[in-house]
């Protein structure tokens, strides 16, 4: 059964940074794009980034192209997103989701994290 | 960027009513469209990917059509587990966008 598992979100202030994780589970890991989706609750998911099966091309969306980096742990089956220079409008739920092996949408979502800027 | 625009905001249909939600693309997607379903508290789930392929295990009441810039989903016969927010998203270009969504509400 794949299953993917957020972890890290909280409370920041702006300015401040947060590390969340993604452990997967039930499938290869390394053989699937990963990526890092957003969602304001009432609005629709945003894609925040996307990092490919070996680590070595990664894609921002232009709101977070400097501030956040996506990385990839294949060894444990773990994705990351590195967030610095938070801001209030970053906050949301965050998602990491699966991208299908045969098209570009996400076929196994996790839970979401929810992360909260605030002064 | 695509900007994809979901209509109506909001559909009140009975259960036994066919639901028509549209997603209009800002230039052609082609036929790289998904569209998902969420219930509160939960994640998306894939319903058609490919405009107009079923994702595993989705029940055959859901329907995709279309290509370009004018998309459709279908549900022929609203069941109760049915009423909840649809999103529809474009993967032709990077990055990937999402619409506003379609809550479909019982009447």
């Known amino acids: 059964e794949v299953q993917l598992l957020e972890s890290g979100g909280g409370l920041v202030q702006p300015g401040g940074s947060l590390r969340l994780s993604c452990a997967a589970s039930?499938?290869?890991?390394?053989?699937?794009?990963m990526h890092w989706v957003r969602q304001v609750p009432g609005k629709g998911p945003v894609c925040v980034s996307r990092?490919?099966?070996?680590?070595?091309?990664?894609h921002y969306a232009g709101f977070v192209q400097g501030r956040f980096t996506i990385s990839r742990d294949n060894a444990k089956s773990t994705l990351y997103l590195q967030m610095n220079s938070l801001r209030a409008e970053d906050t949301a739920v965050y998602y990491c989701?699966?991208?299908?092996?045969?098209?570009?949408?996400?076929?196994?979502w996790g839970q979401g994290i929810l992360v909260t800027v605030f002064s | 960027e695509i900007v994809m625009t979901q209509s109506p905001a909001t559909l009140s249909v009975s259960p036994g009513e066919r639901a028509t939600l549209s997603c209009r693309a800002s230039q052609s997607v082609s036929s790289k469209l998904a569209w998902y379903q969420q219930k509160p508290g939960q994640a998306p789930r894939l319903l058609i990917s490919d405009a107009s392929t079923r994702a595993t295990g989705i029940p055959a009441r859901f329907s995709g059509s279309g290509s370009g810039t004018e998309l459709t989903l279908t549900i022929s016969s609203l069941q109760s587990e049915d009423f909840a927010v649809y999103y529809c998203q474009q993967y032709e270009n990077w990055p990937w966008t999402f619409g506003q969504g379609t809550k479909v509400e019982i009447k």
């Open positions: 990092i490919s099966g070996d680590g070595t091309r990664a």
């Open positions: 039930g499938f290869t890991f390394t053989e699937y794009w």
């Open positions: 989701a699966r991208r299908n092996s045969e098209g570009g949408n996400f076929d196994y």
